[in-house]
Nanobody, 130 residues
Framework: QVQLVESGGGSVQAGGSLRLSCASF????????MGWFRQAPGKEREGVAT????????YYADSVKGRFTISQDNTKNTLYLQMNSLKPEDTAMYYC???????????????????????WGQGTQVTVSS
């Protein structure tokens, strides 16, 4: 059974840091693109950062460039999101995703992978207070 399990969320003051982890296992198809997405109450889901699993090319939303870093550890089947200099507007539920899509960059703009096979985690809450 495929599972994506996120951890590392929590509450932090503005300027603080958090590191999200996403452990994955049980894939039934090849996943070329993994990423982090977030959704705040009353807002649509948005892309935060994605990574092409073959080669490691990374892509970031403009709002997090220079503050967040996405990385993967293939030996542990784990995806990470290091979040520094957090702002109150970063408050949201953060979701990990793994997709058969190769369009990692466009997934940031659309907030997902369209009709491509995609696994989603259950989400982890990040709350940043001012």
């Amino acid at each position: 059974q495929v599972q994506l399990v996120e951890s590392g969320g929590g509450s932090v003051q503005a300027g603080g840091s958090l590191r999200l982890s996403c452990a994955s296992f049980g894939y039934t198809y090849i996943t070329y693109c993994m990423g982090w997405f977030r959704q705040a109450p009353g807002k649509e889901r948005e892309g935060v950062a994605t990574i092409y699993t073959i080669g490691g090319s990374t892509y970031y939303a403009d709002s997090v460039k220079g503050r967040f870093t996405i990385s993967q550890d293939n030996t542990k089947n784990t995806l990470y999101l290091q979040m520094n200099s957090l702002k109150p507007e970063d408050t949201a539920m953060y979701y990990c995703a793994a997709s058969s899509s190769v369009y990692c960059n466009s997934a940031l703009r659309t907030g997902g992978f369209g009709s491509y096979n995609t696994y989603w985690g259950q989400g982890t809450q990040v709350t940043v207070s001012s």
